[in-house]
């Protein structure tokens, strides 16, 4: 019942920016962390990206310093500003988030989105 709703994924060019939104709704109750995951054709998930509760961030090597992840917990809602995109970059990014619900509000699960695509190229 728990849905993600990611937004924001389109063309860009080498170097452009981007911001990424996702936002989490269905009787939730509380949620510990969300991140960001992207996988590229040919190639296995990874974490891109992560918040948790406390606001301690994680990022893959990859991205620091050029993507910066955050959330507003009021809307349940968590961003991904992406800036100096590289061809690399390129993959379909997913929305995720540990969170609890009003019916199990003591046990926490996992969640994702549907995924937005993310294209840098020239």
């Known amino acids: 019942q728990v849905q993600l709703v990611e937004s924001g994924g389109g063309l860009v060019q080498p170097g452009g920016s981007l911001r990424l939104s996702c936002a989490a709704s269905g009787g939730i109750f509380s949620i510990n962390a969300m991140g960001w995951y992207r996988q590229a054709p040919g190639k296995q998930r990874e974490l891109v990206a992560t918040?948790?509760?406390?606001?301690?961030?994680n990022y893959a090597t990859s991205v620091k310093g050029r993507f910066t992840i955050s959330r507003d917990n009021a809307k349940n809602t968590v961003y991904l500003q992406m800036s100096s995109l590289k061809p690399e970059d390129t993959a379909v990014y997913y929305c995720n988030a540990d969170a609890t619900t009003v019916w199990r509000r003591n046990v926490a699960h996992e969640y994702w989105g549907q995924g937005t695509q993310v294209t840098v190229s020239s």
């Open positions: 918040i948790t509760a406390g606001g301690s961030t």
